[in-house]
Antibody, heavy 118, light 110 residues
């Protein structure tokens, strides 16, 4: 069965960086994109961007460009999302999802809470 | 402020029907497929509807989707207590060159 297992929760100080990982299993990793979505406490979903697990192409949301980098490691079927220069409003649960298209996400990870606080 | 507009909440009694609207524009819903997601409390979202009206395997036919022009609608019939959740519409926005979601609608079973 398809599974996406994400890394554990993290607490970071403002200005630091965080890297969230997402290990996929149960399907051919390189046949799908990985999409990242975040959700601030009590708020709705925010689309962050996607990466092609086939060739590494990326597409980021404009408000995150310059601060976010998405990567994949096909040898371990793992996707990662690094966010730099963290601010308090980056506090959120970060989800990875398997993407059949840029916005059709059929399987989701369990989420990774990132708390930015001094 | 979300690009796609959904009502904050809808409610109905068990067994009844609810519909959730998702309003957008020509750069998003008007030109792209719409997906719908269900988020139960404390869990990750789950794909309910894709390509406007298609259901993934395992999703009961109590859930349906439709699209007309720049709006989309999710319908839930035979409402159950287990349907209490937040529901989000999502699509691609060609002007923003990004995926966009509605603000979410909380469904309450009375």
């Amino acid at each position: 069965q398809v599974q996406l297992v994400q890394s554990a929760a993290e607490v970071k100080q403002p200005g630091a960086s965080v890297k969230v990982s997402c290990k996929a299993s149960g399907y051919t990793f390189t046949s799908y994109n990985i999409i990242w979505v975040r959700q601030a406490p009590g708020q709705g979903l925010e689309w962050m961007g996607w990466i092609s697990a086939y060739n590494g192409d990326t597409h980021y949301a404009r408000n995150l460009q310059g601060r976010v980098t998405m990567t994949t490691d096909t040898s371990t079927s793992t996707a990662s999302m690094e966010l730099r220069s963290l601010r308090s409003d980056d506090t959120a649960v970060y989800y990875c999802a398997r993407g059949e298209t840029s916005t059709r996400m059929d399987y989701w990870g369990q989420g990774s809470l990132v708390t930015v606080s001094s | 402020q979300s690009v796609l507009t959904q009502p904050p909440s809808v409610s109905a009694a068990p067994g009844q029907k609810v519909t959730i609207s998702c309003s957008g524009g020509s750069s998003n819903i008007g030109n792209s497929y719409v997906s719908w997601y269900q988020q139960l409390p404390g869990t990750a979202p789950k794909l309910l509807i894709y390509d406007n009206n298609k259901r993934p395997s395992g999703i009961p036919d109590r859930f349906s989707g439709s699209k007309s022009g720049t709006s989309a609608t999710l319908g839930i019939t035979g409402l159950q207590t287990g349907d209490e959740a937040d529901y989000y519409c999502g699509t691609w926005d060609s002007s923003l060159s990004a995926g966009v979601f509605g603000g979410g609608t909380k469904v309450t079973v009375l």
